[in-house]
Structures are given as C-alpha cells and as structure tokens.
C-alpha cells in the first residue's frame, strides 16, 4: 500500500497480524524502558504506572493484528504508551512522585563523588521536566528517547512545527531553571 513490498514487508509486521504472545512479549521487554519513561510523563507513581503498563501491553496485544509497518515498532508503542497515559492524565488528573528519566548504571570506574554529582544533576533536571507543562514534557520525554521530530510528530498527532515549538520553549525553560539550580 505505496511502498515496495507492499504493506507487510516487515517481517514483525507478518507476525503481529497473528497477535503472536511471544513477540508481544519480546515488544515490551525490548522497549520497557522508553515505554516507562514516556509513562512517567503522566504519572509520577510507579505502582500507578505498573498498572498503566499492563493497559499499554492490552492495548498492544489489540492493536498488533492492525500493524502493518507503516511506522516503527518504537514509534508504534510509543504511540500507544503515549495514548494510554494521556488518557490516564484525563480520567485522573493526579500525581505522585516521578521515577529519574537516566535509569542506565554507571559505570564501575567512576568514583561515587562523580556518581552522585552526576545523580544529583539528573534528579535536578527530572524535576525541572516534571515542571514543564503537559505539551512540552510529552515532547522533552520523546526526544530524551533520541526520538526524530518526525517520530514524535507520528507519536503525539501533531505537526512537526508544534513539535519544533514545544521543544524549543522546553530548552530555554529548562536552561533557565537548570542554571538557576
């Protein structure tokens, strides 16, 4: 359907139209993380958001039969995260404490003094997000996930100039509360 191969040249995309139990397992191990911090935008409980990953993974087993590959298996899911927490924020218009956006390790030659600045700086900057307003936390979170404008405008339905916008009002907002920290 316009691009060679035709719609199911993804050989993912093959095995979603069977709504296969072992790759959706597979899709939310591989992207648990993306799918976590993109639901950490919407809902600061983890407790909550364990709840909003189950919907997310309902959400993916129903809408994988209707994957065709038009769009990224990340972009995808991200869609979907995204979907379920925004409506989570409209049924529930609450919050809680937020989990850091950086979950890598560090590495076992840093010394803790550089550990802890460096914890220290990301907590900073969680909370600085945290503060953002919804439009532009939605967009700082999928760009923190080195999405592309054009992923995120497929993500979050909008156009690729809101997105531009969005960000760009987020850095300075963030360079001005980050410098003041």
């Known amino acids: 359907m316009g691009h060679r ?4 040249r993804d050989p993912l995309a093959r095995l979603a139209m069977n709504a296969d139990p072992d790759l959706l397992t597979h899709l939310l191990e591989s992207h648990r993380g993306m799918v976590d911090r993109i639901l950490s935008t919407y809902e600061r409980s983890e407790s909550a958001r364990e709840d ?3 919907d ?4 993916l087993w129903r809408g994988m039969p209707g994957f ?3 769009a990224s298996h ?3 899911i991200a869609r979907i995260a995204h979907n379920i927490g925004a409506g989570h924020v409209r049924r529930v218009m609450r919050g809680g404490d937020r989990m850091p956006l950086d979950e ?3 590495s076992e030659d840093v010394g803790p003094d550089r550990i802890a600045s460096e914890a220290s700086i990301r907590e900073a900057l969680s909370r600085a997000i945290e503060r953002l307003p919804l439009s532009q936390r939605q967009v700082v979170s999928l760009r923190l996930e080195d999405f592309s404008h054009t992923e995120i405008t ?3 339905g909008i156009g ?3 997105v531009t916008v969005r960000l760009h009002r987020a850095r300075q907002t963030l360079s001005l509360w980050m410098h003041r920290a």
């Open 52 to 54: 909003l990953h189950q």
């Open 68 to 70: 065709r590959g038009d």
């Open 154 to 156: 497929e993500t979050l």
């Open 5 to 8: 191969g035709g719609p199911f």
């Open 160 to 162: 690729e100039g809101a």
């Open 56 to 59: 997310v993974a309902v959400a």
């Open 104 to 106: 890598e390790h560090p």
């Open 74 to 76: 990340r972009t995808f």
